[in-house]
């Protein structure tokens, strides 16, 4: 059973860099460095696809754990909400593009060898041994268990930026580089509920809140645009999808604004990054 872990990390063009930084909870710190250094490989084989190499002595004490080189530069690196998991893209790595690694075991692992399409962005599912993959136009959910395609989602726009899960995960969220921001339910059809229109410029983000009833879209045109988003348990009823409020405040620079947005884990605040080189918080 995997515990909660300290799950930093910081990437260097192709490589990935596990690290360890002893700040905040003890305990979690401390049960991190027990799962990172029970590693053993008894049997002598190594049938990971990328070597990975552990630090030692005075780099260990600065904190540096594990590095994982890559082939090619990495866009995005994704947590499986158990902690030991995790996936990279690279989008110049073709059928390489999306590898899957396991923590415990150092093993990297490529499920995905045909993947259509330049990949975008990926996910695990929160609630189902399920994995999503972004391409320019399309979403498509595998089966990790089975290793077969369960659904594809047609997003109708012309190129994909980003995307979330929520927490429930009967539903999906995409923001694209044409200003929209689209709604999938899982259960209600494989087109979007709801397309929505609220930016000026290029959706840069997309992200759910953990707890509250809020997603949010960052964009090119300089704002944060706070939805409320409820789910019900009665499956008849559909999602209501309301916008709130536009937050502003980041400058535009080179015709990039809000590159980036992440709600608090538990609080009603959301983290915002521009290409004025601020990050911000509202609360």
Request: negative net charge; aromatic residues 12%.
């Given at each position: 059973m995997i515990r909660k872990l300290s799950r930093n990390y910081f990437c260097s063009e192709a490589t990935l860099i596990v690290v360890n930084p002893s700040i905040g909870n003890a305990n979690l710190c401390s049960s991190t460095?027990?799962?990172?250094?029970?590693?053993?490989?008894?049997?002598?084989?190594?049938?990971?696809?990328?070597?990975?190499?552990?630090y030692g002595g005075d780099e260990f004490e600065q904190g540096f754990r594990i590095k994982i080189p890559h082939k090619h530069p990495l866009r995005q690196v994704t947590w499986h909400g158990k902690g030991d998991y995790f996936a990279t893209v690279a989008p110049d790595g073709d059928h390489t593009s999306v590898l899957i690694h396991q923590l415990s075991k150092r093993k990297s692992q490529n499920p995905l060898k045909k993947v259509k399409g330049k990949v975008q962005k990926v996910l695990f599912h929160?609630?189902?041994?399920?994995?999503?993959?972004?391409?320019?136009?399309?979403?498509?959910?595998?089966?990790?268990?089975k290793q077969e395609l369960t659904k594809k989602l047609i997003s109708g726009v012309k190129w994909i930026s980003s995307m979330d899960v929520h927490p429930k995960g009967d539903n999906v969220i995409i923001g694209s580089y044409d200003q929209r921001l689209c709604w999938f339910d899982?259960?209600?059809?494989?087109?979007p509920y709801k397309t929505l229109r609220h930016h000026k410029r290029?959706?840069?983000?997309?992200?759910?809140?953990?707890?509250?009833?809020?997603?949010?879209?960052a964009s090119d045109d300089g704002t944060v645009v706070i939805f409320h988003g409820m789910v019900y348990s009665d499956l008849m009823q559909n999602p209501l999808v309301v916008p709130v409020k536009i937050l502003r405040g980041h400058k535009t620079v080179d015709q990039l604004?809000?590159?980036?947005?992440?709600?608090?884990p538990s609080q009603p605040w959301?983290?915002?990054?521009?290409?004025?080189?601020?990050?911000?918080?509202?609360?």
């Open positions: 460095d027990v799962l990172l250094s029970s590693y053993s490989n008894d049997d002598g084989e190594d049938s990971s696809l990328i070597q990975w190499t552990a929160p609630t189902h041994p399920h994995f999503l993959v972004a391409t320019q136009q399309y979403v498509r959910i595998y089966n990790l268990v899982l259960d209600l059809s494989t087109k290029a959706v840069r983000q997309v992200s759910y809140h953990r707890r509250y009833p809020l997603f949010a879209s604004g809000v590159l980036d947005c992440l709600f608090h959301i983290f915002t990054a521009g290409a004025d080189k601020t990050i911000r918080l509202f609360t």
